[in-house]
């Protein structure tokens, strides 16, 4: 983790209350889809530095896990990436080597798990696709965070999970998310905090 930390949400709403705000981290509202994460993001890394380390915060949904708990995804798929008609695997985006990308540090103490993003807001089960955690930014996100080399987190609250329950409203769903992923958050800046302090005790 380098000095400046830079929280990536898609919404102000997502910061429930100003939940997020004590922790005096400066805040990218990405807006909702992969362009607009993207352009936001890289626009961000531009003014903060392309070595700040990217915390992306959000709620998701689930297939197969169930709602109220915080997961840590680290590898990215784009489910609405589909090029299969002219040979390529569903995911993988045509002229690229793979349909995955690993690009997210594994936080310990949260379930790890893949994160399938796309532009397309996803209600009924995929035929083949596990869809462990859906999003509609964190691929693009990561992807970027790649590009610069910036170290990447992905922390997701399972609002609508494979058991069926669900927040009732939107407001409802974005405090719950809130008010876990700040102490997740919490654990996540101590827990990388100890690795920069191991790494400088490591260096001769």
């Known amino acids: ?46 003014e903060y530095g392309t070595s700040a380390t990217v915390i992306n915060l959000g ?19 784009q489910h609405d990436m ?25 936080i310990p103490g949260l379930a790890h798990a893949v994160c399938y993003t796309g532009d397309r807001f996803i209600t009924d089960k995929h035929p083949t696709l ?5 999003d509609m930014e964190a691929y693009a996100i990561a992807k970027v965070c790649q590009r610069f080399g910036a170290p990447f987190v992905s922390l997701k609250f399972i609002t609508d999970g ?12 974005v405090s719950m998310s809130a008010t876990r992923l700040h ?11 100890r690795q920069v302090a191991r790494d400088a005790a490591d260096k001769p």
């Open 1 to 46: 983790m380098h000095d400046t930390v830079l929280l990536a949400l898609a919404l102000p709403q997502e910061n429930a209350d100003g939940r997020f705000d004590d922790l005096d981290l400066p805040i990218v509202y990405t807006g909702v889809g992969k362009v607009n994460a993207a352009m936001s993001l890289t626009a961000a890394l531009h």
């Open 130 to 134: 596990p869809m462990q955690i859906i």
């Open 162 to 173: 494979a058991d069926g329950q669900a927040a009732s409203d939107w407001n409802e769903s």
């Open 82 to 106: 589909d090029a299969t008609a002219l040979g390529y695997a569903l995911g993988q985006t045509p002229f690229e080597e793979t349909t995955h990308l690993d690009y997210g540090l594994a």
């Open 183 to 193: 102490q997740a958050l919490q654990d996540t800046l101590s827990y990388l905090r």
């Open 59 to 77: 709620s998701a949904g689930s297939h197969t896990l169930q709602a109220g708990v915080v997961v840590c995804a680290t590898r990215f798929f």
